[in-house]
């Protein structure tokens, strides 16, 4: 399921000013292969934001805790990455990176 993936891109391309979701949006995108060892904390800090606003993101997006979200976040990850691998494993590697470029 790659619902949550989708509601955090939606809210980085569909917000208007860059407030606090949109910022934390943009954080997740941006960091989404470190969001795994980081805390709320760690986070919010970078973020410039409370631990508090983390969590009503969180709560915008249907989950009641900030793990909640980051388990559910980690594993759309990783199910995405197997059904990319799964999708081009008949693609050699200068294939797929032609591919990646192509699509940017």
Do not use: P, W
């Amino acid at each position: 399921m790659n619902t949550v993936l989708s509601m955090i891109i939606l809210i980085r391309q569909n917000t208007f000013k860059q407030d606090n979701t949109y910022i934390i949006a943009d954080y997740i995108l941006k960091h989404i292969d470190e969001i795994e060892g980081k805390s709320i904390q760690e986070i919010a800090n970078e973020c410039y934001v409370s631990t508090n606003t983390i969590l009503r993101f969180c709560h915008t997006l249907g989950f009641q805790t900030f793990k909640m979200f980051k388990n559910t976040l980690i594993s759309t990850i990783k199910t995405r990455i197997i059904q990319i691998k799964e999708k081009n494993k008949d693609l050699q590697t200068d294939d797929i990176l032609n591919h990646i470029k192509n699509l940017m």
